[in-house]
Each structure stands twice: as C-alpha cells, then as structure tokens.
C-alpha cells in the first residue's frame, strides 16, 4: 500500500518520504521530552547506496550585534567547521552586516524574530535547523551529541543543557528551572540552541511567525508530533539582562509575559514590552530635611519647658 506523504518518525521510514511536508502519524507522537546521554556516533541518512552523515544548518538571527558578531562567528567556524552558518540580519543601523564575511552567509529578512528565521531556513540546506543566539556560547561537544540523539527517528527536535556566562545562586535557579521545564515539558527557548529537523519544521508550516515567543510555540507543536530532547553539552547565554535589571525582576517579567501570551495578548505588544524590559521600581519620596534647623532663643526654649514661668 502506497505510503501517504508526511515526517515518518518510525524507525523503519522511507527516508525519501522525510524530505516531504505533509501530515504526522499520530500513532508515532510523545509529549514528554528526555535527556540523552553524550555520544559522538553520526546519524546516517540513506542516499542511494550509501549513507552520510546528517547535515547541519546553523541559523544567527541578528538585529544591531556589531559588538558581538564577529567573535560569535569565529567560533562558529572554529567548533563546527563542517557547518553552513546563515546570518539573517532584521535591519541593523549598525555595522552588523558588514562584519559577516564567508564563509558565513548574510541575509536580509524584516525585523521579528519568527521571520528572520523562516527567511534563514529558507536560505539553508542542511537536514537539521540549529539556531543559535549571538550573545551564547555552545559547546562544541554538542554537535556529536545532536546528531547522536537524531538517530532515533521518533526524535524530532531539541536543545542543550542552559548555563549562564556569571554564577550566582539566583542564576544557577534560572539555568535549573529552565532546564527542568525541557525535559518535563518539552519547552526549550532559543537560549538553549533549539534544533529541529527540517522535514519536521516543514511539516508544522515553519517558525511560527511571531516577534517573541516563537520559540515557545514551535516548542508546544513539537512535543504533539515527537519527542525532543534535552543535550548535556551546555549552551552558555549572557546574564547581561539580569545583571542590569535584577535577577528576581527579570525571571518575574518572563513569567509575566509568557502568561500574557498564553492569555492571547498581542505579539507585537509582548515584543516591545520585552524590548523595554521590566518597569523600574517605584520608589517613596523620603521627607525633605532642612539643611540646618531654625536657631531658637534660649529664652524660647525656656519658656517652652516653663509655660512662661521665671
């Protein structure tokens, strides 16, 4: 019987049948995400009569990182030279895209997270799609390790294990809570390097096209079609925003955002809310204190212990 066209994630699939986008056998679906453990062995992928190894896209969505950029890419090259990096740049007023040169590739996309990324898909080759920020670091023992856990057919995405850049007990709290909500839930934001397959990604129509919160909601529709997985290699992001806005502050700002997404609030709104970041704290205005108390006669301060009395 002729097989219906869609992501095949049995471990006996046409491979030819995985490079089309179609509909997910809802026989085949997981909903609660695993941790693998490290390997360095490579998923083949069948073409013809033999098998090589699956390829791998790195996509960099930036807007306005001419600090960074040029460090990022050169680890780019040096940790995961057999990798085709596509830069997607939103618009930057600054020397953003003068500083992606081969063999990293640029190109140009609107401003909005969900976008810059379909338009680096679009703009890609490779099997596996794996995004990464430009202010984290990956390990470079991840790379085995994604292509190890890919293996398994009924694995459609993932993401690293998240670290940040300081070490203080309120970040060391975040790092844990995030990592824990992966591997319960499945939700891997884009600080932990999300990766997906691309027949997968075809499948679900792309990134969803949003300017925040996109890596969220292609994280609740990965977990309906397959299982993801959370690497042990470290992805390593900036603590910068809650080293200048507060570590409680800012983990209280997320969470408040993300229920107003799931609450139906504007993705437009969310991405300028987040953008600003949190309020600044309202603080009292302390009574004003004279610079120097008023001088009083003695006889005044008599008078005022003595009713008037001599």
């Known amino acids: 019987m002729a097989r219906k066209p869609g992501v095949d994630l049995g471990p006996d699939a046409d491979p030819a049948a995985q490079r089309v986008p179609g509909r997910c056998s809802t026989a085949d679906t997981h909903t609660a995400a695993q941790q693998v453990a490290p390997a360095e062995q490579v998923a083949p992928v069948e073409t013809g009569k033999r098998a090589t ?35 997607v740049d939103g618009g930057s007023s600054d020397a953003t895209p003068d500083l992606v040169r081969p063999p990293a590739r640029l190109v140009h996309s ?5 976008a810059q990324l379909n338009v680096g898909v679009a703009h890609s080759s490779g099997d596996v799609l794996w995004i990464h920020h430009v202010d984290t670091r990956v390990d470079p023992a991840a790379l085995g390790q994604l292509r190890a856990a890919l293996a ?17 007990a309120g970040l060391a709290y975040v790092a844990a809570t995030s990592n824990t909500r992966a591997r319960r839930l499945g939700w891997i ?23 925040v919160m996109e890596d969220l909601e ?49 993705p437009a709104a969310l991405a300028r809310r987040y953008a600003a970041g949190p309020r600044p704290l309202r603080r009292r205005a302390r009574p004003r204190v004279p610079a120097a108390w008023p001088q009083l006669p003695d006889s005044h301060i008599r008078d005022r212990f003595t009713g008037g009395q001599r």
């Open 53 to 87: 190894p699956l390829t791998v896209s790195i996509i960099v969505p930036v807007l306005d990182e001419e600090p960074r950029i040029g460090d990022m890419l050169a680890r780019l090259h040096h940790d995961f030279p057999g990798c085709e990096v596509v830069v």
């Open 110 to 114: 609107v401003r909005g997270r969900g």
């Open 152 to 168: 398994d057919r009924a694995v459609v995405g993932g993401g690293l294990t998240l670290r940040f850049d300081r070490r203080t």
């Open 189 to 211: 934001f884009g600080d932990q390097a999300m990766f997906v397959r691309r027949t997968t990604l075809q499948a679900l129509g792309g990134f969803p096209d949003l300017p």
């Open 218 to 266: 292609l994280s609740r529709r990965l977990v309906r079609i397959g299982r993801t997985v959370l690497l042990p290699a470290t992805c390593t992001a900036s603590a910068r925003r809650f080293t200048e806005h507060g570590t409680l502050r800012m983990l209280v700002f997320m969470q408040w955002l993300k229920l107003l997404y799931f609450a139906g609030a504007d």
